[in-house]
């Protein structure tokens, strides 16, 4: 068993830092000199001898350097020589003021491509193998893959996984070549880079990622391809592209979701947020969902027009806005960004869920952020940071500043949907550090436009109470919703899988299905809410209901929703409607949050769309049906298959003060 203990760093300078914390000094060994005698795999010491050098970078300068190929100023290429192409630039690096502007040339590299995961070991899973995929086993691709790396300038890094705490010495490696500094510069971000030197005693690879961009063009059409193979020792990425998305960050996420099938607990697709009132009254809200669902924008404060007023939504049809002023919001204590650890070494019986960051930075997504003046605490962070930060699809000339409303254009006139900024957390003014106990989970989901003449699933009010049961149905069934910003395409209504993260869950969907309920059993005090973003109805809202609903629950607390406050939303798939929502004394209209009362709705709008929803909630949950799924779990999907009511749902298991 892992043993958890979070590390104190509100004191951290900004540089990442060497030495534990809030522990006794331990012996540490050197990986730099040491690594041979370190009991590292087999494979890993051939490539390690066999390279042609080894960089060992001892802190966050040496790996910017890196990210420069060593210049001072101007713009770099990653490139690499590719057999039958020449040489192939992936991407530039510009030395902005305030850190580095990486590009790729192709757009296709901006963003995940969802299909990029396969597995190459013969372990139990549910996803996509390598021999199914490419017809041939991963064994040879792997020892090309070692054999390339031997022929390559590297840089090595270590790393403990997930935040765990150093004395537990379960740690992993970064293999790459030494011009993708800014790869490197990204996950040392990430994970918090171990100076070579300071590595635990008892220092145990648990995981590995191996870095060889021109395998893209050479053995895969020039596709991003990511192969997990575990071997009884250790979990093996294999990144044969230079995104961070699918490897150094969503790799990361399914190494601990591997763990945590073995153990049997979760890391959650989810942002968390500690909401404290101008009272001071603390309620700690998590947010889930498929990427852009609203994960980062929890963490932001609400964006209000140029008068201070929020903009609750623009009518798609009569373009008439609706506002509510809000003279002071809640104070925001960040805890996660994107993957929120909840091991069971900090569990206990309080009835909620107890939840830590499984990161060291974040990565934002700055998609929303299209002028000056959006998002100021975002602006001031990123324009003067306290030390260089690393963008991606933002616009940077050298010497500059580079700016996060300057998104890098996919063709003329057509921003890149998936700007990011990787954000140390330590940077974040108020951030938290410690485990938190989270009240509320809520999912969020992206909704298109619904009117009566273009139905769509777009009925979801500005939020929704769901019973415990159907909030384990929407983990399910995870909507990638509309126009998803962070992948390389969605069409329609697309599910991302179980927790939502199952994109880079290695194993079985319905063990995850088991952990996911499991965990909502155990939690009978968190309540479930559901919120949209981009429209209700048929009113362009972007991700004010969130917002909102953060400031509306936030000064709820855990004080109990009266019988009368909650009726039966029309579609039962979304729990609750509230017959009226109240902030700071204005009450959003009844049509905000019941959309069948929008007039370019109506109910045969409405339950046309919701049609369309039931239609998809059956065919995703199906799937689940099969030897293994725990007997609750069967029996709430059955109901759901037979069109049961919220009081079904209700029934099958307790919620303790939600009502």
């Known amino acids: 068993m892992l043993r958890v203990k979070r590390r104190n760093l509100k004191s951290r300078p900004a540089e990442i830092t060497s030495g534990p914390r809030n522990v006794e000094p331990m012996k540490t060994v050197d990986l730099s000199r040491q690594w041979a005698e370190m009991g590292l795999p087999d494979e890993i010491v051939d490539v390690l001898r066999g390279a042609k050098s080894l960089c060992f970078p001892k802190n966050r300068d040496e790996v910017l350097s890196l990210a420069m190929g060593g210049q001072d100023s101007g713009v770099f290429e990653v490139a690499y020589d590719v057999p039958g192409k020449g040489r192939v630039v992936e991407a530039t690096v510009a030395k902005c003021r305030n850190g580095l502007a990486v590009n790729y040339v192709e757009p296709y590299m901006r963003r995940r491509d969802p299909d990029c995961m396969v597995i190459g070991d013969d372990k139990p899973t549910d996803k996509e193998s390598y021999q199914e995929r490419f017809g041939v086993p991963f064994a040879g691709v792997r020892d090309e893959t070692f054999a390339w790396l031997k022929e390559q300038d590297l840089v090595v890094f270590a790393f403990i ?10 740690g992993a490696m970064l293999i790459a070549p030494k011009n993708a500094g800014f790869f490197v510069g990204g996950l040392a971000d990430l994970q918090e880079m171990l100076p070579p030197d ?39 990425v294999f990144s044969y592209n230079l995104y961070p998305g699918p490897s150094a960050k969503k790799g990361i996420y399914g190494v601990l979701l591997t763990i945590g099938e073995d153990e049997e607990w979760l890391t959650l697709h989810a942002s968390t947020v500690q909401v404290v009132t101008p009272y001071d009254n603390v309620t700690t ?300 004394g204005t009450f959003l209209p009844p049509w905000l949050l019941r959309v069948e009362e929008q007039p370019e709705v109506g109910l045969e709008g409405y339950d046309r769309g919701a049609e369309i929803l039931r239609k998809f909630f059956h065919q995703e949950v199906k799937q689940y049906l099969q030897t293994g799924l725990a007997t609750l779990g069967q029996r709430i999907i059955e109901c759901c298959l037979d069109n049961g009511s919220v009081d079904d749902f209700e029934s099958f298991l307790p919620s303790v003060d939600r009502m």
């Open 198 to 236: 300071q590595l635990p005693s008892n220092f145990r690879l648990r995981a590995v990622i191996y870095v060889a961009p021109t395998f893209r063009h050479t053995h895969f059409d020039g596709k991003q391809v990511v192969v997990h193979h575990r071997t009884d020792r250790t979990h093996e």
């Open 285 to 584: 809200i998590m947010h889930e969902g498929a990427s852009g669902s609203g994960k980062s924008e929890l963490l932001e404060y609400v964006h209000r027009q140029e008068d201070g007023r929020l903009l609750l939504g623009e009518n798609v049809v009569t373009k008439q806005r609706r506002y509510l002023v809000l003279n002071q919001a809640c104070a925001l204590r960040p805890v996660t960004d994107d993957m929120a650890m909840c091991h069971p070494d900090v569990q206990d019986r309080t009835g909620y869920i107890k939840a830590f960051d499984a990161e060291q930075a974040w990565f934002v997504r700055l998609d929303h952020i299209k002028h000056y003046g959006t998002d100021p605490h975002l602006e001031s962070l990123t324009i003067h940071p306290p030390a260089p930060l690393i963008f991606l699809n933002v616009q940077g000339i050298p010497g500059s500043t580079c700016l996060i409303w300057e998104h890098t254009l996919d063709a003329p006139g057509k921003p890149c949907p998936n700007p990011r900024v990787i954000l140390p957390r330590h940077f974040v003014p108020g951030v938290t550090n410690e485990v938190v106990e989270v009240m509320v989970r809520n999912f969020g989901i992206r909704t298109p436009p619904c009117t009566a003449q273009l139905p769509t699933y777009g009925i979801v009010g500005y939020l929704h109470l769901l019973p415990p049961a159907l909030a384990w149905l929407w983990r399910l069934v995870a909507p990638r919703g509309h126009a998803n910003p962070s992948i390389t395409h969605t069409e329609g209504l697309t599910s991302e899988g179980v927790g939502s993260y199952w994109p880079f869950a290695t194993g079985r969907f319905v063990d995850h299905a088991n952990l996911l309920l499991r965990q909502i059993e155990q939690s009978p005090r968190v309540r479930y809410s559901l919120t949209p973003n981009q429209h209700v109805g048929a009113w362009a809202v972007g991700f004010m209901p969130e917002w909102v609903a953060r400031e509306y629950l936030g000064r709820r607390g855990v004080a109990k929703f009266p019988a009368d406050r909650l009726i039966p939303s029309r579609s039962p798939l979304l729990g609750y409607s509230l017959a009226a929502m109240q902030v700071e």
């Open 161 to 170: 996984l997930g935040g765990f705490d150093r004395e537990s010495g379960h």
